[in-house]
């Protein structure tokens, strides 16, 4: 038989999930990891991620997070990468102007180079500048960042979000990652249908590259 939950154990957990391992907070309240992943998700709580551990910058005024999610709605992308053996989530911000990517890059306070994307093959094509995430808190952090601004991609957000805590808190299983990476994959496919019709890419689910 189940043993109930208790307002004291609520609190533990909403106060530890995040900051200490799941083992340990298990190991305080004399019940399974399983069962607080459980009671987390059936909460809400979310897994808090340590500041030292995140390389973007924290202190953005509100004012850019908002900026930043138009710009996500319109020329970003978020996404679950899938390389065959694991997957990775990133936030891509795309645009063909190279001081705009600058300055967004400037905003995070981000280190390394911007990616020049050049396609010789079609005459007049205008070459795009692409700056990617990809650190999991950093793209878990960014997201919670975003998400309140966001209105195309909410649903993308989400599926990032849960991609990323899971993998912090070890609960990534290939089964999961398969849902998510699907799931995210079919949201944009949904998007890009709608923005390309007649494109090659609609069917691909990715933006062009």
């Known amino acids: 038989m189940r043993k109930a939950w208790t307002k004291e154990e609520d609190e533990v957990l909403r106060q530890y999930y995040g900051n200490l391992s799941v083992v340990e907070i ?9 069962s607080i992943y459980c009671r987390a998700r059936k909460l809400g709580v979310r897994a808090h991620v340590p500041m030292e551990v995140i390389t973007v910058n924290p202190n953005l005024e509100e004012t850019k997070w908002a900026y930043l999610a138009g710009f996500i709605d319109c020329d970003g992308r978020l996404g679950i990468h899938w390389t065959g053996k694991t997957t990775q989530a990133a936030v891509e911000f795309v645009n063909a102007d190279e001081k705009t990517i600058s300055t967004i890059k400037s905003w995070l306070g981000l280190n390394g180079k911007l990616l020049k994307i050049e396609d010789h093959r079609n005459e007049g ?51 999961l990652r398969l849902k998510l990476y699907r799931r995210c994959r079919e949201l944009n496919q949904s998007l890009d249908t709608k923005r390309y019709p007649e494109s090659r890419y609609a069917s691909a689910g990715d933006y062009p590259k």
């Not at 298990?26 to 399983?34: E, F, M, S």
């Not at 094509?125 to 950093?138: F, G, H, I, N, S």
């Not at 960014?142 to 957000?157: E, F, G, N, S, T």
């Open 26 to 34: 298990a190991q305080r309240l004399g019940r399974t990891t399983n």
């Open 125 to 175: 094509y205008c070459p795009v500048y692409r700056l990617v995430v990809q650190r999991c808190a950093d793209v878990l952090f960014l997201v919670h960042k975003l998400k309140p601004y966001l209105i195309r991609k909410k649903a993308q957000a989400e599926v990032l979000r849960e991609h990323c805590e899971l993998m912090l808190t070890g609960k990534l299983t290939r089964s």
